[in-house]
């Protein structure tokens, strides 16, 4: 059984940082795309960004130059570091992860999501 369990959110004013952390554990072989998805009140989840197993990286146009995701292959670990974050940025932050558990089995796995507000 494999489990996606996302931290770090919190409430902070604009302007100011977060870091989000995501951890997968239990039966996992190998990890291939990570990403972080948002979701706001009333609007459709988004991609915010993602990195795949060699590194590289894409993110939506709304957070480049501000925002930085990196992974911990060892710990099977993907983080968000949040700067200058805007009124707009805030929402319900969501890790999704495309993991191998076996020969040939990869399934996409979904955090129960963190809430991340930031106060003007």
């Known amino acids: 059984q494999v489990q996606v369990v996302e931290s770090g959110g919190g409430l902070v004013q604009a302007g100011g940082s977060l870091r989000l952390s995501c951890v997968a554990s239990?039966?996992?072989?190998?990890?291939?795309?990570m990403g972080w998805y948002r979701q706001a009140p009333g609007k459709q989840r988004e991609l915010v960004a993602g990195?795949?197993?060699?590194?590289?990286?894409d993110y939506a146009e709304s957070v480049k130059g501000r925002f930085t995701i990196s992974r911990d292959n060892a710990k099977n670990t993907v983080y968000l570091q949040m700067n200058s974050l805007k009124p707009e940025d805030t929402a319900v932050y969501y890790c999704?992860?495309?993991?191998?558990?076996?020969?040939?089995?990869?399934?996409?796995?979904w955090g129960q999501g963190t809430q991340v507000t930031v106060s003007s």
């Open positions: 999704n992860a495309d993991i191998v558990t076996g020969r040939g089995l990869n399934h996409f796995y």
């Open positions: 239990g039966r996992i072989f190998s990890i291939n795309y």
């Open positions: 990195i795949n197993s060699g590194g590289s990286t």
